[in-house]
Structure formats: structure tokens, C-alpha cells
């Protein structure tokens, strides 16, 4: 479980209120009223990056101080709320925290005295416009690095009803339990150390040391180079490194998180997200969009997370989840193929009954979907089948044109389509090895072209898979 990291602490210093019958104007007090609504200021110790940094601070929290027996004051109610803006160091930051916590407290008795005036909060996320006007949620590795994420809410949705229906959908079910959302982070991830030191993005991760020795993790953050050449098992690790202390939740995004937001996307969005897919640090649907080139000069045309603007977030916007269309493939947990059969985190931890996001679960306690990609050793495309594999092959086909239908949850974790086409999925691609141990990356790459998007699903790597075009990102879950 994750404990609120305490932000800020300090003694009020000035108390000021509104004057109501004169909007736009404050009257500073020395001493409260019966009941009153304040702005208090204060002065304390920002923690930041991990250490505790003393600055000059303003906390402004408009809050209602109610006596708690008529008459003489004798303690004023301890209030709590949600809400506040920071200015730190003199510079206005316009931090609009997100998720805050904060108490009020006066601790001299009968007295009025502001100065007797305690106010504190704790925050795990903080929402953050900045200079560009990109919105995020920030929220605190164990070392207080801190990610750039965007929240999911729960929603229902089934083949049938869509976004209508009655059943939560298998990304809010984590080991039997219904969770409120889940974070997922707004940019591709690049490595970093305790210190917050951005990694090398180019070199090759495809061992435990070289993520455990200098205790790297993953992190999300806009206009970095996003980490490549990293395996499916060092990208999970990348990810759980990112917890400790009192810090957890953080993981590899899953199948299941990857697709509630496209099903989302498909309901809401008439125009498809964007992304870097055109072989030149562009889009090949629209030459509008055009991102920043990555620094290093290896063999790809990756561009920094999020530098193509508000079209490649997933919704379109500033608080959008940016680049699941095209720049590097990316790692999804919760699934895998062995043999062709298609097997995936269940709704519990320990002997599931259905598919879920338990995205802690042992791989040998995955849920048995029944359901097959399969090959007739004919047929130019696969098909999806409740009854095997078929011939062994590397195939491939419009997401939108897969035949076989497959069960209610398959279609949930967007592994099979519904009626439409390949048009009803912007003509994203799939491909599919149905031999041996396969893992899921999903989005597509530079080169893909209109074949990337948020449907794109890429099942002919085994876990070793290491390469240019493939990368990750982290997601959080409050547990």
C-alpha cells in the first residue's frame, strides 16, 4: 500500500480573508473570527526528488474554521479537505495537486491567535500544468522521482452493450477486488537511477544486473528518448524496481490496462490518435505531425515521448496518454501465447475463473482463455478457434478483418475484434506466431506506417526480444 509522502509542514504565518461584500479584495487578521473562511500562508520543507529541500512556500487553502461550542471559542474543528496551489522559490509553479490531503488545526485552546494555526498535507499524486500546458498526474517512485500519469476510471463494457453494459470491465478486477482505476503513464519510458540520472537509452538490457546493480527503474516523463532494447522481463523489472518502502502498485502496463484505453479511444474519438510511424518522424495519415528526432544516431527514426503533440495523446489532449500510436513497440503483461493458446491474468491471484488485470500473478496461475490463434495451412490469415492451433506459422492480417469471432473476453483485452472491418480499427495490423512461448508488444513502431495504432498487437516475439523499435511503459495500481 502506498503511504501519502508528506510534501509540506509549516506554522501559518498570515491569515487573510475574502471580504464578500467587496469581491476581489483581502483583509488580513491577526486573530480568527467564530467561523471564517481563510487563505492561510506558511513557510516550511518541501520533499522533492527524494530529499527534503527548505523553501519559500505559499499554501493557499481557502477553508472554514467552525468553533465547536457556541460561545467562547474553546477549539476550533480540525478540518480537512482537498485542493491547494504552491509557490515555490518565488516562481509560480501553479501546481493544482491532485488527490492532496490536508488538516487545518488551531492547538492554543480559547485563544484566536492565527499564529496558533497548523496546517499540513500529504500527497501521493499531484496534478501538473506546466509551461507548455501539458496536464499530468505525478506520482512518487520510492526514491520520489516523480511520473508523469494519467488515470483510467472504472468503467463497464461487453461485446454486446459496450460502454452500456452492466459488467466491469477485466482491467478493474485486480485479485478479486474492484478498484476505483489505474494509472498508466503518460510517455514511454526511459530509465533512471535513484537520483533521477536518465540512463543510456540505446543500451541493451537484457539481464537482471544491468537493472538491479545500479538500481535503475522506469520512468515517465515528456521530451526524453525513450529506453529501447530492453526484454519483456527486464521491462517488468524496470517497472517493480520502481517500488519499495512504502510505495507499491507500479508495474509493467498490462494487456488488459493497454486495452481499456483503446476501447475507450474507439468510443470516444472520432479521429484516431497520431503518432510517429512514417519512417521519418512523422505520421502517415496525417503530415501535420511532426515530433522531435531522438538524439542518439543508431538505426532508428525515434522521436522524444510526447514531442508530437497533442494529436498523438490518446484522447487527443494535453491530458492524454501520448505515443500508443507508433515510435517504439511496447511490452504489455498479463498475456501470453504457448502453442497458439492464448493465456492471461485472471481476476485472482490463485486459481481465477475469469480474465482481470492481476497484474502480481504467478505466469503458471494465468487464466486459461480456451481460445486458440490459429492456422489452417492454407489460408493466408489467422483465425482465432476454440479448438487448436492448427498448422504451426508466422502469419498475419488487418485487426479489424481476424475470422473466428472468440469469446466475450477476448474481445474485452481487444486480442480478437468485433464486427467491422479493418476500417472499424484505422486499419491497425496484427501478427501473430502461433508456436512455442509468445509476448505481446502492442502500438507499432517508427516504420509500421498506418498499420501502428492502439489495436496494433505484435505476437511473434518470444520474451528475449530485444531491439531498436522495442520499448515500454509503466503503469500504477493503488493496492
Avoid at 509553479?93 to 488545526?105: E, G, P, Q
Amino acid at each position: 500500500m502506498i503511504s501519502r509522502q508528506k510534501v509540506f509542514s509549516g506554522r501559518i504565518k498570515k491569515v487573510i480573508i475574502h471580504d464578500p461584500s467587496s469581491p476581489g479584495t483581502q483583509i488580513e487578521l491577526g486573530a480568527l473570527a467564530d467561523t471564517q473562511t481563510i487563505t492561510a500562508e506558511s513557510d516550511g520543507v518541501l520533499f522533492h526528488d527524494g530529499t527534503a529541500k527548505q523553501v519559500q512556500a505559499r499554501v493557499n487553502a481557502q477553508l472554514k474554521l467552525l468553533q465547536t461550542s457556541a460561545g467562547d471559542v474553546t477549539n476550533y474543528e480540525t478540518l480537512q479537505g482537498k485542493g491547494c496551489d504552491i509557490l515555490i522559490a518565488g516562481e509560480e509553479k501553479n501546481l493544482a495537486f491532485y488527490d492532496v490531503d490536508f488538516t487545518l488545526k488551531h492547538d492554543a485552546g480559547n485563544s484566536k491567535d492565527a499564529s496558533a494555526v497548523t496546517l499540513s498535507f500529504s500527497v501521493a499524486t499531484r496534478k501538473v500544468s506546466d509551461a507548455a500546458g501539458i496536464v499530468s498526474t505525478l506520482i512518487a517512485d520510492k526514491d520520489g522521482n516523480l511520473n508523469e500519469m494519467v488515470f483510467i476510471p472504472q468503467f463497464n463494457w461487453d461485446p454486446t452493450n459496450g460502454f452500456a453494459s452492466t459488467i466491469i470491465h477485466p482491467a478493474f478486477v485486480v485479485d478479486g477486488k474492484r478498484i476505483a482505476g489505474f494509472y498508466v503513464g503518460k510517455y514511454q519510458a526511459c530509465l533512471v537511477d535513484a537520483l533521477g540520472v536518465i540512463q543510456n537509452p540505446v543500451t541493451a538490457r537484457n539481464t537482471d544486473a544491468l537493472i538491479t546493480a545500479s538500481g535503475l527503474r522506469a520512468f515517465s516523463r515528456r521530451l526524453v528518448e525513450p529506453q529501447v532494447n530492453i526484454d519483456f522481463d527486464r521491462a517488468r523489472l524496470a517497472c517493480s524496481q520502481m517500488n519499495g518502502g512504502n510505495v507499491s502498485g507500479y508495474h509493467l502496463v498490462t494487456n488488459a490496462e493497454w486495452a481499456a484505453v483503446a476501447l475507450w479511444f474507439k468510443q470516444n474519438i472520432t479521429t484516431p490518435p497520431r503518432g510517429n510511424n512514417n519512417n521519418n518522424f512523422g505520421d502517415s495519415d496525417d503530415g501535420t505531425v511532426i515530433g522531435t528526432a531522438a538524439l542518439n544516431s543508431d538505426a532508428g527514426k525515434r522521436w522524444l515521448t510526447g514531442s508530437g503533440g497533442n494529436a498523438t495523446a490518446h484522447n487527443r489532449r494535453s491530458s492524454g496518454i501520448f505515443d500508443l500510436n507508433g515510435n517504439v513497440w511496447e511490452w504489455c503483461d498479463g498475456i501470453k501465447l504457448v502453442d497458439g493458446k492464448i493465456l492471461v491474468a485472471g481476476n485472482k491471484n490463485l486459481a481465477p475463473t475469469d480474465g482481470g488485470n492481476g497484474f502480481g500473478i504467478t505466469e503458471a496461475n494465468y487464466y486459461d482463455t480456451g481460445w486458440w490463434y490459429n492456422w489452417d495451412g492454407v489460408s493466408a490469415a489467422p483465425t482465432l478457434s476454440n479448438v487448436g492451433a492448427g498448422t504451426a506459422g508466422v502469419k498475419d492480417c488487418a485487426f479489424g478483418d481476424m475470422a473466428g469471432g472468440g469469446s466475450d473476453l477476448i474481445k474485452k483485452l481487444t486480442l480478437g475484434p468485433l464486427a467491422g472491418g479493418a476500417a472499424a480499427y484505422t486499419n491497425d495490423h496484427f501478427w501473430v506466431n502461433n508456436s512455442g512461448e509468445r509476448i505481446p508488444i502492442r502500438g507499432g513502431a517508427w516504420g509500421v506506417g498506418s498499420s501502428a495504432g492502439l489495436f496494433a498487437l505484435y505476437l511473434r516475439d518470444p520474451r528475449s526480444g530485444v531491439d531498436y523499435s522495442i520499448g515500454f511503459r509503466p503503469a500504477f495500481i493503488r493496492t
